[in-house]
């Protein structure tokens, strides 16, 4: 049974930084793109990062780019984000993914998903 666990997510103000932690387990976590995604209220999910297999591309959302770092660690079966500069706009709950093939922004291509983490950014 695939589980991919997300932590890290809290409340925190504008300006300050938050790792978030997706723990994989009952995959082949190394064959996998990883992918994160949010979703605010009222609003539709939307792609935030995604990492290639062996971490050495990177792809991100303009709304998160030069804030945000996707990371794996491939030996721990474990992906982050790395969110620094939060704004309030950046509330939302956090969703890790895992995905085998397609595109990478796309949700409905990815194969398994978290539960969610939330982040919320007062002002």
């Known amino acids: 049974q695939v589980q991919l666990v997300e932590s890290g997510g809290g409340l925190v103000q504008a300006g300050d930084s938050l790792r978030l932690s997706c723990a994989a387990a009952?995959?082949?976590?190394?064959?996998?793109?990883l992918g994160w995604f949010r979703q605010a209220p009222g609003k539709e999910r939307e792609f935030v990062a995604a990492?290639?297999?062996?971490?050495?591309?990177?792809y991100y959302a303009d709304s998160v780019k030069g804030r945000f770092t996707i990371s794996r660690d491939n030996a721990v079966n474990t992906v982050y984000l790395q969110m620094n500069n939060l704004k309030p706009e950046d509330t939302a709950a956090y969703y890790c993914?895992?995905?085998?093939?397609?595109?990478?922004?796309?949700?409905?291509?990815?194969?398994?998903w978290g539960q969610g983490t939330q982040v919320t950014v007062s002002s």
């Open positions: 993914a895992a995905l085998q093939a397609g595109s990478y922004y796309e949700e409905g291509e990815y194969d398994y």
């Open positions: 009952g995959l082949t976590f190394s064959t996998y793109w």
């Open positions: 990492i290639n297999w062996s971490g050495s591309s990177t």
